[in-house]
């Protein structure tokens, strides 16, 4: 999923998380069979773009040092080069906004572009940044860039893939406000995931923050795809990440 990982003080009163998490199990419960993604690492953007037709949503909930605490996302892939992701933050009330684009995209070498983090409501541009990967059946191995603000900050991240069901992951963000993260990503059917990880500060402190994520796609176009093995990178989540 791509993943809006900025520290945004909370200004307004919680949101009534019951709420939230009612509003997503209605979701889950009340939709069609479709394939699963792969929602990219835990913090970093990854270079293998969402599949086309597929349209992933995501409840991210997370320590408020990593970013807005409470976030619905969504996230679709329009064609096999380009997808587009929302992020609804409740503390503080916001929306961001994330795109990329493919290309590089036929395995095992990738290449992407794109920008994440855009949010106009509380005046924040956008971060662009470019990746690339190179993806075999179980290992998934990314290195790019990302302009921050005013300075650039390196990328590195790495997955394997076990079977169709687990995968491990570790990533890093360069910058004292950004982390160095290790989780897992487990696919409970072809349709829902969750991703918990342990985020470790690049600060002087290394303080240790909890995140989690979870996600169902929905398959909407392009069901050619749908018998593909779940081993293969579906393309991505990112996730915001």
């Known amino acids: 999923m791509l993943n809006a990982i900025q520290e945004r003080a ?9 709420t939230i998490i009612v509003v997503m199990m209605v979701l889950l ?6 394939f699963a993604t792969t929602k990219g690492l835990s913090q970093i953007v990854t270079p293998d773009l969402q599949g086309e037709g597929d349209l992933s949503l995501s409840l991210q909930i997370q320590d408020k040092r990593i ?5 619905l996302q969504a996230e679709m892939g329009l064609t096999k080069w380009a997808e587009v992701a929302v992020f609804r933050g409740f503390q503080p009330d916001e929306w961001i906004f994330g795109t990329e684009i493919g290309l590089l995209t036929k395995e095992p ?9 855009w949010s106009p409501h509380l005046n924040v541009d956008p971060q662009p940044y ?18 921050a603000g005013y300075k650039n900050e390196a990328i590195l991240g790495y997955a ?4 169709e069901t687990w995968r491990v992951q570790v990533d890093f963000q360069s910058g004292s406000e950004n982390s160095s993260t290790i989780g897992f990503t487990c696919n409970v059917t072809r349709d829902f995931q969750f991703n918990p990880a342990l985020y470790v500060n690049n600060g002087p402190k290394h303080d240790l923050f909890g995140y ?9 176009w392009g069901r050619a795809k749908e018998n593909a ?13």
């Open 160 to 163: 394997y893939d076990f079977n």
């Open 229 to 241: 093995p779940l081993a293969t990178p579906i393309q991505r989540v990112a996730g915001a990440k």
């Open 212 to 220: 989690i994520v979870f996600t169902y796609t929905f398959h909407l």
């Open 130 to 147: 470019i990746e690339a990967g190179y993806y075999t059946e179980h290992h998934k191995i990314i290195v790019g860039g990302i302009h």
């Open 10 to 18: 909370a200004t307004k009163k919680p949101t009534d998380f019951t």
């Open 29 to 34: 419960l009340t939709s069609s069979s479709s």
């Open 109 to 117: 070498y990738l290449l992407s572009v794109g920008f994440v983090n």
């Open 67 to 71: 970013a807005n605490p409470y976030e």
